[in-house]
Nanobody
Framework: QVQLVESGGGLVQAGGSLRLSCAAS????????MGWFRQAQGKEREFVAA????????DYANSVKGRFTISRDNAKNTGYLQMDSLKPEDTAVYYCAADAGGYVGPDRQRYERWGQGTQVTVSS
């Protein structure tokens, strides 16, 4: 099984940028599609973005389209979420997830491996 560790979270002002990383170890990262989800305090975990095994297919939540970019570097076993034009409502714990079946989409039940999360706080 692949293990996932997120990093890159922090405190940023509205309008700023952050890049999250998701480092994978264990089984070959290339075998997994990858997704990013987030959970704000008191709310359910929600889909942010997903990317296919080779990076050729991506999907985004409407709330982040045009501001966030998902990518991956399979040679480095790492996935990324570039977040630009951040808003206070983007504040949440961000999780990366992986699916060996290659699923690219918003259904979090399809992702079987999860990281521990990294906090992103956007101040107004």
């Amino acid at each position: 099984q692949v293990q996932l560790v997120e990093s890159g979270g922090g405190l940023v002002q509205a309008g700023g940028s952050l890049r999250l990383s998701c480092a994978a170890s264990g089984r070959a990262f290339l075998m997994y599609a990858m997704g990013w989800f987030r959970q704000a305090q008191g709310k359910e975990r929600e889909f942010v973005a997903a990317i296919s095994r080779t990076g050729g297919n991506t999907d985004y939540a409407n709330s982040v389209k045009g501001r966030f970019t998902i990518s991956r570097d399979n040679a480095k076993n790492t996935g990324y979420l570039q977040m630009d034009s951040l808003k206070p409502e983007d504040t949440a714990v961000y999780y990366c997830a992986a699916d060996a079946g290659g699923y690219v989409g918003p259904d979090r039940q399809r992702y079987e491996r999860w990281g521990q999360g990294t906090q992103v706080t956007v101040s107004s």
